[in-house]
T-cell receptor
Framework: GAVVSQHPSWVICKSGTSVKIECRSL??????MFWYRQFPKQSLMLMAT?????????EQGVEKDKFLINHASLTLSTLTVTSAHPEDSSFYIC???????????FGPGTRLTVT | SQQGEEDPQALSIQEGENATMNCSYK?????LQWYRQNSGRGLVHLIL?????REKHSGRLRVTLDTSKKSSSLLITASRAADTASYFC???????????FGTGTRLKVLA
């Protein structure tokens, strides 16, 4: 199956700093990518839909100024958590679709810890 | 919340037994997928079932879909300790490719 990578796999940062997470589709072009957040022992919550070359669409309750999403190419989307706080500590997962196909390919996730 | 519900929330069985978990959702869907997640890891795709399908099989997995009841079930037969994980259903609505995940079932298979 298609492969999606995320970098970094885990990151620890201090409160108030910004962190960038990269999501790459390695062997397919992802016209649409999705970003999810997962708190411990909970399900995945969709944060935003990222379309190549256009602005991301955020789900209700997700602050677009805090979670900056850029989808500059068909193989790369980035999520920047700005002015991170301890409550932003979570597991962030991206997924990509290969245009017209149903299956979403998920990245391995990035564990963010804000101290 | 649009999130689907899964039950049971947690399930503990002996190796060799069958495990059944259920997913209910709220909107009309194009398809439904089941995923597995080992603790602290990413998601592994198990099965996709389309809205016009009623049942699909893959190895020891069997998925059913009842669109009239807005529900799906995942059956794992002859479970193994390695099947211990969390299982999530995810539904796609209106051709958006946007998936909404269920609350998940934590399965523990005892050797």
């Amino acid at each position: 199956g298609a492969v999606v990578s995320q970098h970094p796999s885990w990151v620890i940062c201090k409160s108030g700093t910004s962190v960038k997470i990269e999501c790459r589709s390695l062997d397919f072009q992802a016209t649409t990518m999705f970003w999810y957040r997962q708190f411990p022992k909970q399900s995945l919550m969709l944060m935003a839909t990222s379309n190549e070359g256009s602005k991301a669409t955020y789900e209700q309750g997700v602050e677009k100024d805090k979670f900056l999403i850029n989808h500059a190419s068909l193989t790369l989307s980035t999520l920047t958590v700005t002015s991170a706080h301890p409550e932003d500590s979570s597991f962030y997962i991206c997924s990509g679709g290969a245009g017209g196909k149903d299956e979403q390919y998920f990245g391995p996730g990035t564990r963010l810890t804000v101290t | 919340s649009q999130q689907g519900e899964e039950d049971p929330q947690a399930l503990s069985i002996q190796e060799g037994e069958n495990a059944t978990m259920n997913c209910s959702y709220k909107t009309s869907i194009n398809n439904l997928q089941w995923y597995r997640q080992n603790s602290g890891r990413g998601l592994v795709h198990l099965i996709l079932i389309r809205s016009n399908e009623r049942e699909k099989h893959s190895g020891r997995l069997r998925v059913t879909l009842d669109t009239s009841k807005k529900s799906s079930s995942l059956l794992i037969t002859a479970s193994r300790a390695a099947d211990t994980a969390s299982y999530f259903c995810a539904t796609e609505t209106s051709g958006t490719y946007k998936y909404i995940f269920g609350t998940g079932t934590r399965l523990k298979v005892l050797a």
